[in-house]
């Protein structure tokens, strides 16, 4: 990883166009091809950045980063270096499921009906360039449904399927992608976010699922 502090002018041109005047800014360059751009301020948040994967052209003094198959360009005008250095990052330890989830993961891969809609398993660990969607499935009518699978629902786990579905959307073919959010139990705030984007839950129950019991009987009275 490189981690550049440069003062800089930094222009995107693609389906937008910014520009940010000249100003000391960290510029992160990840072995993965991801670009972000960042002040001191704003929290974690980068004020521009490019993802995985891109071409980077460095002249010395200008940063060039394309994005293949599109127009999108990153130009980065290097005034003043202040620091440039590279770090080893070793090999990748990204954040894994945990138990529960990587067991709710693989018994809603077998079963994805149990979700309604009479879902059909398309594809596990649906890449997108922000993160892999859990479940990738078609409803009864042959839509897409993106299913995104944890131990709790919380307002980040509508978050983070908001950010799948953004880049899903973005092609053609998947623009009425639906998002489906599962957890064992949900944050009263998340199911109240997550219907505000239209995005479905559904509170699943492991040992269900597993037939280690019965489903709760349920009594009607007139």
Known sequence: MRLLVARCEVR?????????????????????????????????KPLNWMTAPTLVED??????????????????????????????MGESAALQKDGVE????EELAAAPASLGEGLTLV????????????????????????????R??????????????????ADPAKTACRGLLAAQTFKPQAVTLAASRGIR??????ALLRGEREPDLTLFTA
């Not at 000249?22 to 991801?34: M, P, T, W, Y």
């Not at 596990?124 to 839509?143: F, I, K, Q, S, Y």
């Not at 709790?152 to 799948?164: F, K």
């Open 12 to 44: 995107y041109s693609g389906r937008l166009n910014a520009v940010l005047p000249e100003a000391v800014r960290l510029l992160i360059l990840k072995d993965d091809g991801s670009v972000l751009v960042h002040d001191d301020a704003g929290g974690y």
């Open 102 to 105: 990587r067991h709710l993961q």
């Open 201 to 206: 839950c559904v509170e699943v129950d492991l």
């Open 123 to 150: 594809k596990r660990e649906w890449a997108t360039e922000v993160g892999p969607v859990d479940l990738m499935c078609r409803d009864e009518d042959g839509e897409w449904v993106a299913v995104e699978i944890k």
């Open 152 to 169: 709790t629902g919380t307002i980040e786990a509508v978050e983070q399927l908001t950010r799948y579905l953004g880049f899903i959307r």
């Open 59 to 88: 002249s010395g003094e200008r940063l060039v980063v394309r994005k293949p198959k599109t127009e999108d360009v990153l130009e980065i005008r290097l005034v003043e270096v202040l620091s440039d250095v590279v770090h080893d």
